[in-house]
């Protein structure tokens, strides 16, 4: 008889749903202890786990470490054969086991009392040796697995990776943990560059910026326009400060009101006082302002007014900023 394999996948679902939805219920005392535990911690939340409670053990740290909370994983086997050296009185230890008797985080224990370590359990059996010898224990226990043989960790492994979550966010919160923070711990990804990447990172600077001096003919700022391929040129006082803007846009303007380009100056088509903006500023914020306004490209002034770059909607693209 074949199999429904969409009956499957939902029940499957609706266990696994069930389970985590009666986790909530075990957040009690222990819970709070073992955050406390975390917070305090001088040295790193080591986190160790055999089997699929070590796959499930290293995304826990992974987690806490990308959150504010120094984490690492240990595996229990290699911890006997000279990882335990990692380990030290100022860490705390987070050992996962389903059952609490896994005899490679069994060893641990004696280890672990003599350096003085606090040690969090979290396992699906509250009378087992692992949880009794915990400072706190947190019960990842479940009614049953979704593996219709009871054999293979399903529902256990998702409610232990939800009580890793929850210490995650429990944690970060209790941090102060902001996005900043965890841009810092992701330079490499899309909100690490929009939280760190700024605009004097990626703008023009020096030659490149498009450059004509007040009374210039407008043809030949247009040749500078050309010339530097950005749509646009600063105009510029005889001090060096910012007097105006010209863009391509303005140039439509320009022709739809009949100024006659080969007689026209560039004071008399160019946009003054510019929207402008300062080198500091996030390339994601100036991003916002090109949205907003409906414009291409910024002027960047220094504290004086004088034009020290320019940055342009396709550079902000091209970092990966959007």
Not at 29 to 45: K, N, Y
Not at 107 to 126: Q, V, W
Not at 134 to 141: E, P, Q, S, Y
Not at 190 to 215: N, Y
């Amino acid at each position: 008889m074949p199999i429904d394999y969409r009956s499957s996948a939902r029940r499957t679902i609706a266990m696994e749903g069930a389970a985590v939805t009666a986790l909530s219920d075990k957040i009690d005392d222990d819970f709070t202890r073992a955050c406390e535990l975390m917070l305090a911690c001088q040295g790193r939340v080591v986190v160790t786990g055999m089997g699929k409670s070590g796959h499930i053990g290293r995304k826990i740290a992974a987690t806490l470490a990308s959150t504010g909370t120094p984490a690492m994983y240990v595996h229990p086997g290699e911890a006997s054969h000279g990882d335990m050296g990692m380990i030290t009185a100022q860490d705390v230890v987070l050992a996962l086991s389903n059952s609490g008797s896994t005899a490679e985080v069994i060893t641990m224990l004696p280890l672990l009392k003599r350096l003085g370590t606090p040690l969090i359990s979290m396992t699906g059996n509250p009378a087992s040796e692992l949880a009794k010898a915990a400072n706190a224990h947190l019960d990842a226990g479940v009614a049953e697995e979704a593996c219709p043989l009871g054999l293979a960790p399903t529902s256990s492994t998702t409610v232990a990776l939800v009580l890793g979550d929850a210490l995650a966010i429990a944690l970060l919160e209790a941090r102060g943990f902001t996005a900043n923070d965890f841009a810092f711990s992701h330079p490499g990804g899309a909100l690490g560059r929009k939280l760190l990447l700024k605009i004097e990172d990626i703008m023009h600077t020096g030659a490149e910026i498009p450059t004509v001096a007040s009374g210039t003919p407008l043809t030949n700022a247009l040749l500078e326009m050309s010339s530097k391929a950005l749509g646009m040129t600063t105009i510029q006082n005889s001090d060096g400060t910012l007097l105006g803007l010209f863009t391509d846009g303005d140039l439509r303007r320009a022709i739809d009101h009949g100024v006659d380009i080969q007689r026209a100056r560039i004071d008399d088509v160019m946009t003054r006082n510019p929207r402008s903006v300062q080198p500091g500023m996030l390339a994601a914020e100036a991003l916002y302002i090109m949205e907003e306004k409906k414009i291409t490209a910024l002027i960047v002034i220094d504290e004086h007014s004088h034009p020290v770059g320019v940055v342009h909607l396709h550079d902000i693209l091209r970092a990966g900023v959007a």
